[in-house]
């Protein structure tokens, strides 16, 4: 039986793509294949939260392990040098309020940190991404500014690791 043209162009298109695919790794996410291993670097911290850089600095290590695969190493040593800077950290935006009027404090907050990052290929000196201002943001019952901040931290890391992967 014979294809008809477009029949066989779509064939051809396919088996071209599947080639293709075996000459770009996609391991490391869209980062460049050399890029194995990577250094968070600790954040430097212009807010008064003392304990935020280490915070932050874990959860982005931790997430591009997890969700790019990549080692962690050494700064002397890695592919790639992850580094930034937490430039704002608001913990007390009021979001929603008791409705209780002999109360007058709110039930909701928002959370709002937001960091410059930036992720830089080692071995070629150039700069795979960069982002100012990635913000993330919570919201968390009164009391709960610990979980707010997990939270918020967790939105950080997604922006950073879905940026790096839309590098490529």
Request: charged share 25%.
């Amino acid at each position: 039986m014979r294809r008809s043209g477009r029949a066989s162009w779509l064939a051809l298109a396919a088996a071209t793509l599947l080639a293709a695919s075996g000459c770009y790794g996609f391991a490391g996410g869209g980062l460049p294949r050399h890029i194995r291993t990577a250094a968070v670097v600790p954040f430097d911290n212009n807010t008064p939260i003392a304990e935020l850089p280490l915070e932050v600095t874990t959860a982005i290590r931790e997430g591009l392990e997890r969700r790019l695969g990549l080692r962690g190493a050494p700064e002397d040593r890695a592919h790639a040098i992850v580094r930034g800077t937490i430039v704002q950290y608001d913990a007390d935006v009021p979001v929603a309020y008791s409705a209780d009027p002999s109360q007058a404090t709110s039930a909701r907050r928002l959370l709002a940190i937001v960091v410059d990052v930036e992720i830089v290929d080692s071995q070629a000196s150039e700069v795979l991404f960069a982002r100012k201002g990635v913000r993330g943001e919570a919201e968390y019952s009164e009391g709960g500014e610990t979980q707010g901040r997990r939270r918020a931290i967790e939105n950080i890391v997604s922006d950073v690791i879905n940026g790096a992967q839309s590098q490529w």
